[in-house]
Structures are given as C-alpha cells and as structure tokens.
C-alpha cells in the first residue's frame, strides 16, 4: 500500500518562509508538489524527474526549491518570499514513470497524498 504523507503546512506573514515535507512509503524516481487554492485547479508547482531534471511553475520560480533524499524516500519544498496568492492545500505527488514536459500535469502522477494547508496573510 503506497502512502505520501506532507507535513510542514501552516500559516505565515506575507514575505515568510515555510518548509514542506513529504515522506513515501517507497522509492519513486519522479516527485512533485502541487497546490490547489478553493475553487481553482490544482496546479504543478515543482517537480524532480527521474533523470534528475527540476522544474519550477514560473509563478514560483526563484522563490521554491524542491529537493528530494531517495535514500529516505522523501521530498521537500522550501518556499521563501510568500504571498497571499501562494495560500492553498498542497499536495506531494509520484510515480515511477519519467514525466518529462509534461510534469506539471495531475494525470502524470499515480499517487497523491492527503496534503497539508499553507495560508499567508
């Protein structure tokens, strides 16, 4: 039974830093972080493939970095300079298929976990 389990959310001032987590059950060569503001589509925010290759939403690009530790199956995302508009549940993703261009994408990944809120005010 696979499981992805985020940690980290909370609530920040505009301009703070948060750090989220994301612990799999097992090894998976492409991971990612999506977001999902009320009444919006969820939307890839970042991304490591298999190859290695990051990606950055340009929404966020210079503000994220997604790192990934494959010896301890887990994922994380360092968000500095935080908006308002950066408030949303955010979810880990992965799967063991190379993503490629197409990284940004809900169908590309196989598995989700529940998500954890981040809110800035």
């Known amino acids: 039974h696979v499981q992805l389990v985020e940690s980290g959310g909370g609530s920040v001032r505009a301009g703070g830093s948060l750090t989220l987590y994301c612990a799999a059950s097992?090894?998976?060569?492409?991971m990612g972080w999506f977001r999902q503001a009320p009444g919006r589509e969820r939307e890839g925010v970042a991304a490591?493939?298999?190859?290695?290759?990051?990606r950055y939403a340009d929404s966020v690009k210079g503000r994220v970095t997604i790192s990934k530790d494959n010896a301890k199956n887990s994922l994380s995302l360092q968000m500095n300079s935080l908006q308002p508009e950066d408030s949303a549940m955010y979810y880990c993703?992965?799967?063991?298929?190379?993503?490629?261009?197409?990284?940004?994408?809900?169908?590309?990944?196989?598995?989700w976990g529940q998500g954890t809120q981040v809110t800035v005010s």
């Open positions: 993703a992965a799967t063991p298929r190379r993503n490629g261009i197409f990284w940004s994408l809900v169908s590309a990944y196989d598995y």
């Open positions: 490591i493939d298999s190859d290695g290759t990051i």
């Open positions: 097992r090894f998976f060569p492409c």
